[in-house]
């Protein structure tokens, strides 16, 4: 979200929430964004430091679009955390800002839900063994309905 209003920046400033780990532990912040200030975590196979963000997913409604796994400290972490109540706070202060949050909001949803889709796909068709898509006319066509083994 860059080039933000500098009223906006002063206004979301002053609700993030400075906040410290220790080595080992999760950062679980499921209605929050967090913003690594020092040290360095590790999610999905990545290194996240300073300045990365954790929990942008905040802004998706639903559950099944969130990221279910959260970050590990691998040393002391101080990380500045905004909640999502205080961030619509902000929108109902701004309402410009709140179209920019929404349509963000609109293309993580969309982004999530592909990823989720082809999930979903993949976990089927190794389930039950569905069938290519070129297969499919034939098979309508054949009558065949057994799913193979």
């Known amino acids: 979200l860059r080039n933000i209003d500098p009223d906006v920046l002063v206004e979301l400033v002053n609700y993030f929430v400075p906040d410290m780990y220790s080595p080992g532990e999760y950062i679980i912040h499921k209605q929050a964004v967090s913003v690594v200030r020092r040290g ?48 619509q706070q902000v929108c109902d202060k701004f309402p410009l800002f709140s179209r920019k949050i929404r349509r963000e909001q609109i293309r993580l949803a969309v982004r999530r839900g592909i990823i989720f889709y082809t999930r ?7 389930l039950f063994g569905m069938f290519s898509h070129e297969d499919a006319p034939r098979r309508a066509l054949s009558g065949s309905t057994r799913i193979k083994p």
């Open 40 to 87: 360095s975590c590790w999610l999905k196979g990545r290194i996240l430091m300073r300045d990365s963000v954790i929990g942008e997913d905040m802004l998706l409604d639903s559950e099944h679009l969130r990221d279910s796994i959260f970050p590990k400290t691998l040393n002391f972490v101080e990380v500045m955390t905004l909640q999502r109540d205080d961030l």
């Open 120 to 126: 979903q796909a993949r976990i089927m068709k190794s």
